[in-house]
């Protein structure tokens, strides 16, 4: 432990805190980007005597906030272009194939959404939009988990800023499969378990309850599994999920958070299910985060290597810090106004 | 195909999309404010119609532009990781905080869109405000980018590395200012003249439609205005130019010899073989006289340059012919639009729309102008800088990926912005063949009437 602090407070502050903040814009889209994709795919699995009222309470709750949440993405990127250049650049060049992919996803979900909403309201054209959102829905973060599993590897291979490793072999292999269904169904789990908060109607929340307590089971399953294929597939990230000294106690931490919401949820204290659910999500990150360290793209990129100098780190933190007083409050009012207590009570 | 040339066309064809609904996001929503703004000042129900039609139209082209502009930030890597790799500390302090402001006009059109019960009718304006300025100060950060790439400051180059990076000093790049001056106007001119246009297509068959007349009104002022703006700020990008991207000014004037007194070419054929620009009609001491306020200044022509630094020359040449023709028949058409409603005023004495039918068609011919122009003039900037991706620093084919098969994702995102456009333009038809009726009777009481669809639809049912 004695040996990480050290190493990491090595680091020049503005590297620290350049990292600190990309982490928690990955979070951040994780837990509320990440739910609007699981909002899809709770669309496309809709049935039963409520499937209409299921779509309907989904498209209330990402109507108003979808945007936003998608630009911790755009944020994301941004701030690894500047501060981690030549991590963007192979980046973008060993996962060219599945990061367009996900673009494409990008495109169809966010535009199908949106005409979904302003096109013909009569049944057909209706659905017509509400499954190519579904279904953009579902391959979005398959892809997305595609690119994490396929970093996780330790595959892709970079010499003198160029990619040796191909166009394909880092990322066409079981395991960032195996991610990528692990990324989903974690999302769609963030999403039921937000939809059991925002539901009006009791029915059409024990609905969302199933669902989340069926997805968290599924989402064991697959962490177990991505776990397991970890030792061949992902020796590094492996190792740093076991043999770091804060590997156990954060592993710990994590399955008493799933615990939790998993108990929660099965008392219906659907408040603290979402509180504990969320926690979880960024505990998982936390976990994949600090096994990557002291890489970025392991096994050729480490983060002082990729590091922007100082006096580029300095100015973009300052340029955050300005963006920030602005951008928080008005987060904040956004889904005080949606997402409050009686957000969703009132009707539009 | 080559791979270099699929990259070029996937990008040019990303922005050329992007730029149109980037536009728009900046220019509509200022519409839509003061529509709303109207109202709560005037009680007249009219505008804030108004401002939820325009609302609509905002809604759908701005989720089309968010994406779009996803698709950029991802292509930049995508496509040209040997430039991020090397600008991407230089230049990412604009694009920070260009996602600052995109995620401040997000949040704000949300509370717009969704928030009309919801917030306090003043807050409801004040997040309108919030979504046009944002919009306004995403392109600004934005364009301080490409104006980098016109005009790289801020670093020293050691070893083939960027060093000594100054990222304050590489936002405020020379060419950052002009750029942004001339393409915010831009935006505004072109959404205006559109929005006018198709106001005044409905105008003409629906006379007394206060809606339209309100939309016109709005319309017409604020794309009157940045239309006559817009040939001052064009005065600052050339001196600019003449200044500090000489070579790009030479291409677009079809200038090769260096002379003093060098003539204004309005078209005309400019031939890289024999080095001549045919077919102009040429205005002495012109360009001289544009680019530098002096008859007898000297400009300097392509020949300064080794041919391989050549841009395509005919292309920008007459790219920039078709920008600044747009540009300045769109400000004939402002200025028009100003003499008569000065008229008006003279004869009723009040400040009137001018609706003869002949202004109405004018402005229905004048609808597309200002997208034109910005396709255009980005075609002049984009292009005049090949074959370099950051001027004098970097060339195009150094920066591009060595990921093989470029032509696939050139044709895949073509055919998906393809449908992507299909159904924009389908969706605002529908929402035009939707506008309100709403005309004031001889009482002056305000009736709100059905749209021409809905009667329509009445009609055929009726049969």
Known sequence: ?348 | MTDLFAARSQMAMSLGFHIIFAAVGVALPLLMVIAEALWLKTKDETYRTLAQQWAKGTAILFAVGAVSGTVLSFELGLLWPRFMDFAGAIIGLPFALEGFAFFVEAIFLAIYLYGWKRVPPAWHLFAGVMVSLAGAASAIFVVSVNGWMNSPTGFRIEGGKAVDIEPIVAMFNPAWVPEAIHMTIAAYAATAFAVAGVHAFLLKRDHDNLFHRHALAIALVVGGITAILQPLSGDLNARHLAHQQPRKLAALEGQFKTEKGAPLRIGGLPNEKTRETPYALEIPYGLSLLAFHDPQAEVKGLEEWPKADYPPVAVVHIAFQIMVGCGMAMAAVGVVALILAWRNRHRLGRWSLPDQTWFLRTLVLAAPLGFIAIEAGWTVTEVGRQPFIIAGIMRTAEAVTLVPHLTIPLITFTLVYLFLAFVVVFLLLRQFRQSPRIVRDRAGDITVGESAAARAKAAGDAD
């Not at chain 1, 951040?28 to 499937?51: Q, T």
């Not at chain 1, 970093?151 to 991610?179: D, E, H, K, R, Y």
Request: a positive charge; proline letters at 5%.
């Open chain 1, 1 to 348: 432990m004695n040996d990480f602090v050290r190493e990491l407070s090595a680091l020049p502050l503005s590297t620290l805190l350049t990292l600190g903040v990309l982490f928690a814009a990955l979070v951040l889209y994780a837990v509320l980007g990440g739910a609007d994709y699981g909002g899809g795919v709770w669309d496309l699995l809709a049935s039963g005597p409520r499937a209409g009222e299921q779509r309907r309470l989904i498209e209330t709750a990402i109507g108003p906030v979808w945007e936003a949440n998608h630009v911790w993405l755009i944020f994301m990127i941004v701030l690894l272009f500047t501060a981690f250049p030549p991590a963007f650049a192979a980046l973008s060049t060993a996962l060219h194939i599945p990061l367009t992919l996900m673009l494409l996803g990008i495109v169809l979900r966010g535009t199908s959404f949106t005409f979904r909403q302003y096109d013909r309201q009569d049944d057909t054209v209706h659905r017509r939009w509400g499954r190519l959102f579904a279904i953009s829905s579902v391959f979005t973060p398959l892809m997305l988990g595609i690119c994490i599993g396929a970093i996780s590897t330790g595959g892709i291979l970079v010499q003198n800023g160029f990619v040796t490793s191909g166009f394909l072999q880092p990322w066409l292999a079981p395991f960032p499969f195996a991610v990528g269904l692990f990324a989903l169904l974690l999302f769609a789990f963030l999403a039921a378990v937000y939809l059991t908060v925002e539901a009006e109607d009791e029915a059409l929340r024990e609905d969302f309850r199933r669902r989340a307590l069926v997805s968290a089971g599924v989402v064991g399953a697959l962490a177990l599994t991505v776990y397991l294929m970890s030792q061949e597939a992902a020796p590094l990230v492996r190792a740093g999920l076991t043999q770091r000294p804060w590997s156990w106690p954060l592993q710990i931490v994590t399955g008493v958070f799933a615990a939790g919401t998993l108990g929660a949820l099965w008392r219906r204290h659907f408040h603290l299910a979402r509180v504990l659910a969320v926690g979880q999500v960024a505990l998982i990150l936390t976990g994949w985060a600090l096994a990557l360290y002291p890489f970025l793209v392991p096994p050729d990129i480490s983060i002082t290597e990729a590091a922007a100098p100082l006096n580029v780190l300095r100015p973009v933190l300052w340029g955050i810090a300005i963006g920030l007083l602005i951008l928080v409050p008005s987060l904040l009012y956004l889904f005080r106004v949606f997402k409050g207590r009686n957000g969703v009570r009132k009707v539009v």
